[in-house]
């Protein structure tokens, strides 16, 4: 096998400048394409849409060619839709109305970021389709918010070292109390 | 990647060689070099609409993973800005208006419902519900702008800009927002200010409102429902830019500019996503868009979506400061 590789990898490269002239390897593939005139390329995806397909078949008014009831993409059940803004809503009312106790110095603050960020999520969970996306898209996404906690983290340490040479300014900068 | 990649690459060399015995060939052979080789809306230089709309679909992630970090710049100016000076933001929410913050979150959540729904019309093929779901979008982003317009235009009249140009006509304690919830404040500020201005009892003011020093005859101690709004909001108090009588916290103008960049900021994504949303929605009245070809409707969905995010975080941010 060894010698015979040999030979054939060195004659491919020449093989495949030569224009449209097809390699051995190709041949049978091509032969198995050729009898379907309706060939598409979009047809190589079908098995791994099966799952996704049934969403979209669900509805009636779909598709007009034979090829579209396999979607590209989830497809979002209106109910679904309806129910996430019906809780954004409500999530809104509720960081409104919250405003009006007083939780504290900082309680009223990390009442409203933890409700800001369930809705965040909503938005980003469902809205933004990354419940069904790509794994990928939700790492991208989790490393932006990632790298921003890292930014507004240091930042703060950062001026937590500082502030004791801003109380020196300010108060040597500051007119006497009047007298 | 690699395996939403692959899969897409794999009929290239069946497809784009040619081979006579195939009449699919023969047909696109013309104009395969100037794309459209295999549908109408599936760009030359992608072999399948997968393909074409997972590459879209990366980029208009990278796009929004830049847009968080262009956002958090300002997220981060808030924030250092609110640890070293929390009076200033106390003082400041005083004379925004929940009300049109809160109708605006409802607006655009309403907005992202309806983008969230075209791209549902567009995978369905559902030409006449895409285009009313984009003309709510848009309908819903112009009320935004237009809420946002009255709200700018009410700060401008009263003074409240950015930087040097800050110059408040009304005390935050003539505020009726301020009146309402610390009654006892307002009045008591009031009557320091009156004090003050009319009677030239300046040392007796300054006594008043300086905690420090022992109360002269003409106050009684002032009790701490009096006080404790004035100090939070930097009215009297150490962070107070006058110690003679109530004023503003220093550099409260900071807060102005923060807001107006970052509302501003937000405002400008909230116009061009009306831009966006109006192109696609003459594209999608020809009906350009079918379960094949959606991505530009999904991709600026998405990007809406985001813009509604931040706002999710504006909203309590700037409106709802306790």
């Not at chain 1, 679904?80 to 109305?97: E, F, N, Y």
């Not at chain 2, 004023?247 to 116009?271: C, D, E, Q, W």
Request: aromatic share 10%; with cysteine; proline share 6%.
């Amino acid at each position: 096998m060894a010698n015979d590789d040999t030979p054939q990898n060195a004659e491919q490269p020449k093989s495949m400048q030569g224009s449209s002239e097809e390699t051995p390897t190709i041949a049978p593939e091509d032969d198995a394409t050729a009898p379907n005139p309706a060939f598409e390329p979009t047809e190589q995806d079908e098995p791994e849409q099966d799952e996704q397909a049934d969403a979209v078949s669900e509805d009636p008014q779909q598709g007009h060619e034979k090829h579209e009831d396999h979607g590209l993409a989830h497809t979002m059940p209106i109910w679904m839709m309806l129910a996430v803004l019906g809780a954004l809503m409500a999530l809104t009312i509720l960081t409104v109305s919250v405003t009006s106790f007083d939780l504290g110095s900082e309680g009223n603050l990390v009442v409203a970021m933890v409700i800001a960020t369930i809705k965040a999520g909503l938005v980003v969970t469902f809205f933004m389709h990354l419940f069904w996306d790509k794994k990928f898209h939700l790492i991208l996404f989790l490393t932006a918010v990632l790298f921003v906690i890292l930014f507004l983290s240091m930042s703060i340490t950062d001026r937590g070292e500082y502030q004791h040479n801003i109380d020196l300014y300010t108060n040597a900068t500051t007119p006497a109390v009047g007298k | 990647m690699s395996e939403s990649i692959s899969p897409a690459i794999e009929p290239k060399p069946g497809h784009r060689v040619p081979a006579p015995a195939v009449h699919e060939d023969a047909d696109h052979g013309g104009h395969d070099e100037h794309g459209h080789g295999a549908g109408p809306h599936l760009a030359h230089h992608f072999d399948t609409y997968q393909q074409q709309f997972d590459a879209g679909k990366l980029g208009i992630w990278l796009f929004l993973l830049t847009e968080v970090l262009f956002f958090s710049g300002l997220f981060c100016a808030y924030t250092v800005y609110r640890g070293m000076h929390p009076e200033v933001f106390v003082y400041a929410h005083y004379f925004l208006n929940t009300t049109m913050g809160a109708i605006n979150t409802c607006v655009l959540l309403v907005s992202s419902l309806t983008a969230a729904w075209a791209v549902r019309n567009a995978q369905l093929a559902q030409r006449k519900l895409l285009v009313l779901n984009i003309a709510i979008t848009i309908a819903c982003a112009c009320t935004f702008m237009v809420v946002k317009f009255f709200e700018y235009q009410h700060k401008f009249h009263d003074g409240l800009l950015p930087g040097p140009a800050f110059h408040p006509t009304e005390q935050v304690w003539e505020l009726d927002a301020f009146k309402k919830k610390h009654p006892e404040a307002a009045e008591y500020a009031e009557k320091l200010t009156q004090l003050a201005e009319h009677k030239g009892d300046v040392s007796a003011v300054a006594g008043a409102i300086d905690l420090t020093r022992p109360v002269t005859g003409k106050f009684e101690r002032p009790t701490e429902a009096q006080l404790e709004p004035l100090l939070k909001a930097g009215v009297i108090g150490p962070a107070a830019e006058d110690t003679t009588r109530p004023s503003k916290p220093r550099n409260a103008h900071v807060f102005f500019s923060i807001y107006f960049f970052m509302t501003g900021l937000h405002g400008i994504h909230v116009l061009a996503g009306i831009g966006v949303w109006v192109w696609l929605g003459i594209r999608a009245n020809k009906g350009q868009f079918g379960p094949k070809y959606f991505g530009p409707i999904d991709y600026s969905a998405l990007y809406w979506h985001l813009v509604d995010l931040v706002w999710i975080y504006l909203f309590p941010l700037l409106y709802l400061i306790h």
